[in-house]
């Protein structure tokens, strides 16, 4: 079945305590993107990858790292998470920047 | 930049009736794609129905129809015989070179 997966799906961490979000996909997409869910603000993208080693920022990309090691990955790294960045956040792919984006089922999580 | 704008934080209809949901976009771009997305409570985003700015003919998926509108930058959803489980947030969203969203619109199905 094609999709996109995320782990965990449900997060509860403390401030400063490094944390990462998977994501994978199994439809050989060159495109994926992280974004971040907030009541009243839609989504925003926090950082996107065109392909393999090729990563860029969003709009909202402080306190996030990403990588690209794989055309099938596209982990989301909070090095010292803070209590503004509890969110509801989704990874997406799609085969190129313009095609319709799969969304995975979203990860919650809550930093205090 | 470009902006999504939906006017609509919440909108109700009786079921079976027809809804349209409204959506405008500012950009400077002549080439872009606009899409509808559906978030039902199980919070999974659902691709609705997608409009490429070059077509003048609105796109339709069954039920779901755009009324595209390029010079006026209005992109609206029209739902029509309208069921429960259209019951969720639905957003609009433009591409060119990122996707950018709108703040979404709660749509409430009156039994």
Redesign the interface.
């Known amino acids: 079945e094609a999709q996109v997966t995320q782990n965990p799906r449900y997060l509860i961490t403390v401030t400063g305590k490094k944390l990462t979000v998977t994501c994978s996909q199994n439809m050989n997409h060159e495109y994926m993107?992280w974004y971040r869910q907030d009541p009243?603000?839609?989504?925003?993208?926090i950082y996107?990858s065109m392909n393999v080693e090729v990563t860029d920022k969003?709009?909202v990309p402080e306190g996030y790292k990403v990588s690209r090691k794989e055309k099938r990955n596209f982990p989301l790294i909070l090095e010292s998470p803070s209590p503004n960045q509890t969110s509801?956040y989704?990874c997406?792919s799609s085969l190129t920047?313009?095609n319709?984006?799969f969304?995975g089922?979203?990860t919650r999580l809550t930093v205090l | 930049a470009q902006t999504?704008t939906q006017s609509q934080p919440e909108m109700s209809v009786q079921e079976a009736e027809t809804v349209t949901l409204s959506c405008t976009y500012d950009t400077s771009e002549s080439d872009y794609?606009l899409?509808w997305y559906k978030q039902p409570p199980s919070?999974?985003?659902?691709?609705v129905i997608?409009q490429e700015a070059y077509k003048q003919q609105n796109a339709t998926e069954n039920r779901f129809s755009v009324n595209f509108q390029k010079a006026a930058k209005s992109f609206s959803l029209k739902i029509s015989d309208s069921q429960l489980g259209d019951a969720a947030m639905y957003?609009c969203?433009y591409?060119n070179?990122?996707?950018i969203?709108?703040?979404?619109t709660k749509l409430i199905i009156k039994p």
């Open positions: 993107s009243g603000l839609g989504l925003r993208q996107y969003g709009d509801l989704f997406a920047r313009v319709e984006q969304f089922p979203g | 999504v794609y899409f919070r999974q985003m659902i691709l997608r957003f969203a591409l070179y990122q996707l969203w709108g703040a979404g």
